[in-house]
């Protein structure tokens, strides 16, 4: 599928958003603040940045207080800390929104070990999501709540300009039981619409394997694969985006 036809897509589900009240939204979706958080360490060493907090309610995820935040952090044996957010302005899948996926270069994070984390101090909570939402809605998860966090600084530089084609490929791995959506992009002049999609097609970017392999094998060696596929990809000017969607 290209980024037209899903844009298509999206905006069939946007009408019949817009034909539903408020009240009627999905709530298994639930709410998300991107939380602007100091963490205190067990070295004494305090470290600031950006992390997702959600709630199934608005008010529930707008009182949480230093302490239910710490609590929050700790439900996970380690959390991913952004020191610096940004947006790109492609992929560009929802404009009517004026919808922008937020990303943050992989030279921008931090795994932190939540057993480390002595002490949570609340700096700020805004929406996950970066668009023109009702205000009442603005905490809900309309798209996808999450950072993407796998492109390197120059990627994000190269997206904020208009690609000369791109397209969209998915496959669903047996691994995880998941559908795995990429954006692909092209930076080059000198390949077509039908060459990209060619060089994106889901059979070039599933790695195909027998029945007798684990799933964790499988995981495993996809990610290699991808990894350098996308290496392969990048010296081409062609970028992958990972697309999460929510819906």
């Known amino acids: 599928m290209n980024l037209k036809n899903f844009f298509k897509f999206s905006c069939t589900f946007l009408f019949f958003y817009i034909l539903s009240s408020a009240s009627c939204y999905p709530e298994e979706l639930g709410y998300c603040g991107r939380l602007k958080v100091r963490l205190t360490l067990k070295s004494n060493k305090t470290v600031e940045g950006y992390t997702n907090l959600t709630a199934g309610t608005l008010d529930k995820l707008t009182s949480y207080n230093d302490s239910g935040i710490l609590q929050e952090l700790k439900k996970n044996s380690r959390i991913t800390l952004y020191t610096k957010l940004q947006t790109v302005n492609y992929p560009d899948l929802y404009p009517a929104d004026e919808y922008k996926f ?77 559908r795995h959506n ?57 970028i992958i985006v990972p697309i999460p969607l929510d819906l």
Do not use: W
């Not at 609340?122 to 205000?135: N, V």
């Not at 394997?209 to 990048?234: G, V």
């Open 182 to 238: 990429y954006a692909c992009l092209n930076y080059n002049k000198d390949i077509s619409e039908t060459q990209l999609k060619q060089l994106c097609s889901p059979d070039t970017f599933f790695f195909k394997f027998d029945n007798k392999t684990s799933n964790e094998a499988m995981r495993i060696k996809q990610e290699q694969y991808f990894a350098e596929l996308k290496r392969d990809l990048n010296k081409k000017n062609i």
């Open 102 to 178: 937020t990303v943050c270069a992989d030279s921008d994070k931090l795994v932190i070990d939540t057993g480390q984390i002595t002490k949570a101090e609340k700096l700020e909570l805004t929406s996950c999501e970066t668009g023109i939402f009702p205000e009442m809605l603005k905490y809900r998860i309309h798209y996808t709540s999450e950072v993407i966090d796998t492109l390197t600084q120059k990627e994000i530089d190269t997206l904020q300009g208009k690609p000369f084609s791109e397209t969209m490929v998915g496959f669903f791995a047996p691994y995880d039981n998941k």
